[in-house]
């Protein structure tokens, strides 16, 4: 595309063109050829020196304007920028490379060498690199350890290029960039990924990470062996594409939820993967985060766990028979004190019936206990079913009282029930709430002071429903307090240990969280000791398969 220039040129030797031509055809002037000839140069010769002038303008400022970006480039450029003629000596080097070498600014560096700027060590060593740019005249990067007169280590990245001069080389350009904390930082990294490595070759069990896309990041050996293909052929596949097909929608499902939820799940099933037989595997599945707490994979854990399985329904059989066992002849001796109660056997004295109704009461305690100790093996295998009914709660606490009141009587205990609830009607488990109520109410007599009374208080607040169980005790430390719902608890409190009291507070947490209510204990210096709990005043129903966990 012609510019304005060039037009105005083309008009210029137009316009000239014809007023030679007129002065020619004139008849006043009749200019003759030669003249004409004489003046044409003489206007072209001076308008190429006009047009010369103008371009040498033109390339003038361009020059001026690259040297200015050159000179600001060299002057704030972060990185170490350095000249050197042909033998080596410095011709030039930008402020930062002064600053670094502790040369002032005003101070000229031409004439030195490395040998006067660093140790002899990291001298030789730049020498080295500078004459391969010289003989060569190639362009060289490296990466160097240089050590300073002021005993300070940094580790550049540096690019050396010939300079040519009429074709000859007659120096080097050095360009030096500080990479020493992203050295420091790729060693942590190397430091950390191996002990990632470690962690992950020496767990007993399955355990890889995956992008959230399903992609295998990285994978134990347990893996290796599993699906007998080596970490290589391994990363950046997806298994539930290849090894575990039977369940890939399922696990899609799970790893949205993640990455929606952020939260980890884990689930114990009977799985046939990884070309192996049907099995029992503990899965644990929990998102990896980055800076922005956004989930950018998952950590997957897959732990076969049939031996304990075949452990448990031992247990489990063994607890079954022995509850059964003992409940059977306790049942025989409660059913044949009930008939001489009601006289089927003939009439007693007040205090033969008073001797036989406190054996009664002991035996219902007793089965009451053995119901406990299989609830709570029931409990963890989810065996154990919330059948919500609306019932009486105070009749419900009023008839628990008076089934291990006996228990009391022996150690000189008044069990006290106070209620404020003006609608007793609630709608929960009452089989299981009952022996969570047991439960607490054995708690406060075995371990409250002879003599003394047991308070139940009943109360509402917010649509819940809260129980509590005062009774006077030795008081309980804190770091005790902390453990005394646990079902195995350590030996410095081995005496609260007990199958009426031990296990009996851990199924009632088991519960109370079954109703989605809260168990709680306080224990105080004055000797005063609560238990209790607090549940929604109507327990929604729940799927026949989910119990208490």
């Not at 010369?52 to 361009?62: A, E, G, N, T």
């Not at 062996?225 to 298994?239: A, E």
């Not at 503990?282 to 998952?298: M, T, Y």
Request: positive net charge.
């Amino acid at each position: 595309m012609l510019t304005k220039r060039v037009y105005g040129k083309i008009l210029f030797y137009f316009i000239f063109f014809i007023l030679i031509t007129f002065l020619i055809k004139s008849p006043l002037i009749h200019l003759s050829l030669k003249d004409a000839s004489v003046i044409s140069l003489v206007v072209l010769w001076i308008h190429s020196l006009i047009d010369k002038r103008y371009l040498l303008s033109k390339l003038s400022q361009k020059f001026n304007n690259q040297k200015s970006l050159i000179n600001n480039l060299f002057i704030n450029c972060p990185n170490l920028i350095y000249l050197k003629d042909n033998n080596f000596n410095y011709i030039d080097c930008n402020p930062q490379m002064k600053k670094l070498i502790c040369i002032d600014g005003n101070t000229d560096i031409a004439g030195k060498n490395d040998f006067d700027i660093f140790p002899t060590e990291t001298a030789e060593t730049l020498r080295q690199y500078d004459k391969k740019v010289i003989e060569k005249g190639e362009i060289v990067s490296y990466k160097i350890e240089k050590k300073f007169f002021t005993g300070e280590t940094k580790i550049y990245d540096t690019i050396l290029a010939p300079t040519i001069n009429k074709e000859k080389i007659s120096g080097v350009l050095g360009i030096m960039r500080d990479i020493t904390q992203t050295e420091a930082l790729r060693e942590k990294y190397l430091i950390k990924n191996a002990q990632l490595n470690s962690i992950l070759d020496n767990v007993p069990f399955v355990i890889y990470l995956k992008d959230i896309e399903g992609r295998v990041i990285a994978c134990n050996k347990i893996l290796e062996d599993y699906i007998k293909q080596p970490v290589k052929n391994i990363i950046g596949k997806n298994l539930s594409e290849m090894f575990l097909q039977d369940i890939s929608e399922k696990i899609k499902k799970e790893d949205a939820q993640i990455i929606k939820d952020k939260k980890k799940i884990s689930y114990e099933s009977n799985l046939n993967i990884f070309g192996k037989e049907k099995s029992w595997y503990s899965v644990s599945k929990s998102p990896i985060f980055n800076d922005d707490n956004e989930v950018i994979g998952i950590i997957v854990y897959f732990i076969n766990i049939d031996d304990e399985k075949k452990l448990q329904a031992r247990k489990e059989t063994f607890v079954a028979t022995l509850t059964h066992d003992l409940k059977t002849p306790t049942t025989a001796q409660m059913n044949a004190m009930k008939l001489l109660l009601n006289g089927s056997l003939g009439p007693l004295n007040p205090q033969q019936s008073e001797m036989v109704e406190l054996s009664l009461n002991s035996n219902i305690y007793m089965s009451n206990m053995i119901s406990t100790i299989l609830a709570t093996y029931k409990s963890e295998s989810g065996e154990v079913l919330l059948k919500p009914e609306q019932f009486d709660i105070t009749e419900l606490i009023s008839a628990t009282c008076k089934e291990i009141c006996n228990l009391a009587r022996t150690k000189d205990q008044n069990i006290i029930v106070k209620s404020s609830i003006d609608n007793p009607l609630i709608t929960a488990d009452k089989l299981q709430l009952k022996r969570a109520v047991v439960n607490l109410i054995s708690n406060a007599i075995t371990y409250g002071f002879d003599k003394t009374d047991i308070e139940v208080l009943l109360r509402e607040e917010d649509n819940r429903i809260f129980l509590d169980v005062l009774n006077h005790c030795r008081y309980i430390p804190p770091e005790r307090m902390k453990e005394i719902f646990l079902k195995y608890k350590s030996s410095e409190n081995a005496k609260f240990n007990k199958a009426s009291t031990g296990l009996g507070l851990y199924l009632s947490k088991q519960i109370i969280n079954a109703h989605s209510g809260e168990i709680h204990a306080n224990s105080y210096e004055n000797q005063t000791c609560i238990f209790g709990f607090s549940i929604p005043r109507v327990q929604k129903p729940v799927p026949e398969e989910s119990g208490v966990n």
